[in-house]
């Protein structure tokens, strides 16, 4: 080989060969640009399918959510919603997608502050009592209120006496079902906010003379429950965002106590000789150690104090406090 010839790697040349772009029309997407009207069309594609989106989750809560309190908690994740898409338009320098946020905010903020203006549905009340049924052994009450407020506790001259003030008209009723008396109360029926519903005055009065068994469902409630002279046999509360007071006497056996509340305050006033285990699952604060109770592998209880029954309490909610009040 002479001096002047240079050697070539033929491997070299065929690495820095430019690729053969393959023949055929099913491969013209590998090199064609996506042209500017298939961008718009997609984009705009997008932001019609989102705020068909958006519409359908405002309409779903005007007409479910039933409450002050609730309307502020789901108008918070809309407003930051709203926030990002204004954030996100403004860097992609899109002007509809910042208005569909800006509205969206502006949105979740008025809604709060045109629903705490606006006029309240007509309230009625409504005052029921009746006298037990004749064979009559045990009694259930059962309310429903939605939101509002509840005070329960004993002095009813038959089996019990309920003044129910509700925006609309509530309804009462008792049954039977063998030797047990069914009171049920009942708030109208909720149309969400749309129907301007600021929730339930409810005052219920029960007979001293019967075993009972006590279960509550609403929404946001703010709830008093003076248990203490009557015969309570089980207590069932599933309530939303609430403060609830319970204070309970002697149990006669044992007695479960069912508090689910989605979060907010709790008040247990239990007599120093009576006992009780308690369990709590959440991410819920109390004062259990501070009032003498014994940690358990489940939960608390107190002190064994040799009585005949024994409250079986069980508190579940994803955050509040529960304090004890031993009386």
Partial sequence: MSTGEQQTDPGHEASTRPLARPAG???DWLSRPATPSSRAGAYWTGLV?????????VVALATQVTSLVQTVLVAVPLVLVGFGLERVGKSARRGS???VGIVLALLAVTAPIV????????VTTVTQSAAPPSGTTQAVLRATLGGGQLRLGPG???LYEAQLRSPGTASAGVSTNGGTAVV??????????LARNRG???EAKLSTGLPWQVEVDGGAVTADLELRVLDVRSVRLQTGISRLAVRLGQPAALVPVDLQISAGLVDLYVPRASGFDVTVDGAVLNNFAGEGLQRTSTGWRTVETGGRGRFIIRIRGATGRVRV???
Avoid at 49 to 57: I, K, Q, T, W, Y
Avoid at 115 to 122: F, H
Avoid at 184 to 193: E, I, N, S, V
């Fill in 49 to 57: 399918a989102l705020v068909a989106g958006m519409g359908a989750v």
């Fill in 97 to 99: 997608m910042r208005a």
């Fill in 184 to 193: 049920d109360l009942r708030a109208p029926a909720q149309h969400g906010l």
């Fill in 156 to 158: 009813a001259p038959g």
């Fill in 25 to 27: 029309p099913e491969f």
């Fill in 200 to 202: 339930s005055d409810w």
């Fill in 115 to 122: 629903l705490s203006l606006s006029s309240p549905r007509t």
């Fill in 325 to 327: 009040h031993r009386i």
